[in-house]
């Protein structure tokens, strides 16, 4: 199983393999031709509030992972994150995030949780 992160400003590369946009919003200056986006699961990534709780420095990247894990847990989170590991099964994956730290992002702690990690 491969699964990486990206920026999703970064041009495609051949070995992305299925380009997933993990991101609620849709990246600022991007047109979708450039982005290359093969799925967008909008329920798969963090809920608003969780997202400007995050992004107002009010809590630490741990508290923000177990929160996020939470609301994984919810049925259709749950669901479209079993798919992505089914995509991963079967060939490379890139997870796409506009996050200028993809590091301390919500597609890091995805990452975590589908137990791989490709660079």
Same mark, same amino acid.
Request: aromatic residues 6%; negative net charge; proline residues 8%.
């Given at each position: ?54 992004? $107002? *420095?009010? =809590? ?8 996020? /894990?939470? !609301?994984?847990?919810?049925? #259709? ?10 995509? $991963? *099964?079967? =060939? ?8 200028? /730290?993809? !590091?301390?992002?919500?597609? #890091? ?11």
């Amino acid at each position: 199983m491969s699964v990486r992160v990206r920026r999703v400003y970064e041009p495609p590369e051949p070995d992305d393999g299925v380009r997933v946009l993990v991101d609620r919003l849709w990246p600022r200056g991007l047109s979708k031709d450039a982005a290359h986006v093969d799925e967008w699961p909008k329920a798969l990534t963090p809920s608003t509030e969780l997202r400007r709780w995050y992004h $107002a *420095g009010e =809590g630490s990247f741990e508290e923000f992972a177990d929160r996020y /894990e939470a !609301e994984l847990d919810a049925p #259709e989170a749950a669901e479209l994150l079993g798919h992505i590991r089914e995509l $991963a *099964g079967k =060939g490379p994956v890139t997870l796409l995030t506009a996050s200028k /730290e993809p !590091e301390q992002s919500h597609a #890091e702690v995805l990452v975590r949780l589908l137990g791989s990690r490709s660079r």
